[in-house]
């Protein structure tokens, strides 16, 4: 079975910092896209940000200048650095992945099973 599990969620606190962690495992062949997205309750799922495999990255406006997406294509994992948290940044967070899986033909888009985040004001 492929998995994405997620890590680093937490409560915090207004000004502070947290790192999530995502790492894809199973039968992946190479992987595209990866990004991060967040759900907040009673709102639809909404990017945050993207990391294309060349390491290319694409944020929300919200988030630009205070979060930062990395991977680290030898480990299959993808990371969001969050500074400068907002009691707005409350959300799951969902990690995703573009991937070819072994054994199929095209491509798939692959979920996270979701990480709290929430921080106080």
């Known amino acids: 079975q492929v998995q994405l599990v997620e890590s680093g969620g937490g409560l915090v606190q207004a000004g502070g910092s947290l790192r999530l962690s995502c790492a894809a495992s199973?039968?992946?062949?190479?992987?595209?896209?990866m990004g991060w997205y967040r759900q907040a309750p009673g709102k639809q799922r909404e990017l945050v940000a993207t990391i294309t495999r060349s390491h290319r990255t694409n944020y929300a406006d919200s988030v630009k200048g205070r979060f930062t997406i990395s991977r680290d294509n030898a480990k299959n994992t993808v990371y969001l650095q969050m500074n400068s948290l907002k009691p707005d940044d409350t959300a799951v967070y969902y990690c995703n992945c573009n991937a070819v899986l072994r054994g199929l033909s095209g491509t798939r888009d692959l979920w996270g099973q979701g990480t709290q985040v929430t921080v106080s004001s």
């Open positions: 199973g039968s992946i062949g190479i992987i595209n896209d």
